[in-house]
Every structure is written in structure tokens, then in C-alpha cells.
């Protein structure tokens, strides 16, 4: 019987390092109007389609094939990235076509769609929880912090990337799409074990 090889997982986060890169503010809608919810785009749901999309720049630079915009910490990615996540992980994503500040090249929100609740409290380096005394009853129980994130991998299924409940900043891939994109040349996103 052959072996089968364990699933290896990675958070994936905005590369600070590239010399001259580009910062991104909050996604808008295209007439620069405000979004309702800004924070929709990394809940780990599927959702409507916002519309006309555009990404304002906070700080120019060198465009990147990854990075990730405002305050919901939404992913942007340029055509190839978005096709690696297409083909790779179609049941996992959506993507919505947005206009970024001064490119002509199409580039897409990441929205993951599936969330799984997986973060490995004990391997984990320090976890902290908001407490009732923090002043935001409605995210009592989450996890406020964590810092050397470990996740359980025998509570995944089939996700080949997703969102950690309670813990929004994390995106999380496995090694074959990890693998794939960085055989596409992806600039702009770094890739954390976990």
C-alpha cells in the first residue's frame, strides 16, 4: 500500500520586504463611494457580487502579484495569481475584477469562501481570547491573538485554501497551491508554515 504523504498548510501573508512596494487602502466601490462592509471580503463565506470595484493607493510603488488592501486585509492579485487560485482551488474562491489605481492590467479581490475551525490551541506559541472585559461582546471567545499559529490539519477536509474561524487575519493554503504559485513567479506573498 503507498504512503500516503501528510498535507502540509501555510499561511499566506503580504511579503513587507520587496524593496518599493505598493500599499493598498480600503477597496471602494468604483465611483470611490465607501463600502458598507469593507471587512465582507476575508469572512470566509461566499457573497454577493459588490459590483464595480477600485483599489486606492496609499503609498505607490512596484505593482505586485499579490498583496492585500485596507482594513479587511483583502488579497489583490494580478491575472496569473488569480488563474493559479482558479484552477486550483475553485470551490474555495471567488473572484471579483477590480480596478487598481493607475494599471490598465486586470486584477482580482480573493474572496475565500470556506472557514475552518482548526487553530491548534496547544502547539500554538501564545493564544489570547477576547474576554467580556475587552468591550466588544461580539467577539467574546475569538481569538485576539496569536502568535506562532499552528493549525490542526486532521480537522480539514477537502479545503485547499481557507479562512480560520475567529482568527480573520490568517489565509491559509496547502503545499500544492502554495507549490503552484510559487512556480508562477508570485511576488508579493510569503508563505509561514503552520
Known amino acids: 500500500m503507498p504512503e500516503v504523504k501528510e498535507r502540509r498548510f501555510f499561511d499566506l501573508l503580504i511579503d513587507v520586504y520587496v524593496p518599493g512596494r505598493w500599499y493598498f487602502k480600503t477597496p471602494t466601490h468604483a465611483d470611490g463611494q465607501p463600502l458598507e462592509d469593507p471587512w465582507v ?22 505593482p505586485l502579484d499579490f498583496t492585500s488592501a485596507g482594513v479587511g486585509l483583502t488579497p489583490v492579485l494580478n491575472a496569473r495569481t488569480a488563474g493559479v487560485f482558479r484552477a486550483l ?28 475551525r482548526c487553530v491548534d490551541e496547544v502547539a500554538s506559541e501564545e493564544v489570547q481570547f477576547w474576554r467580556p472585559e475587552d468591550g466588544q461582546p461580539e467577539k467574546v471567545g475569538e481569538y485576539r491573538d496569536i502568535g506562532g499559529l499552528r493549525i490542526e490539519k486532521g480537522k480539514v477536509a477537502d479545503e485547499r485554501v481557507f479562512r480560520l474561524w475567529g482568527w480573520r487575519p490568517a489565509l491559509i493554503v496547502d503545499g500544492e497551491l502554495k507549490a503552484a504559485l510559487e512556480q508562477a513567479g508570485i511576488v508579493g506573498g510569503q508563505f509561514v508554515e503552520v
Open 41 to 62: 471580503f476575508s469572512d470566509g463565506v461566499l457573497i454577493p457580487d459588490p459590483g464595480p470595484l477600485r483599489v486606492p493607493l496609499s503609498r505607490p510603488g512596484k
Open 89 to 116: 482551488a475553485p470551490n474555495d474562491v471567488q473572484l471579483f475584477p477590480v480596478q487598481v489605481e493607475g494599471q490598465n492590467e486586470p486584477y482580482f479581490l480573493l474572496v475565500v469562501t470556506r472557514t475552518v
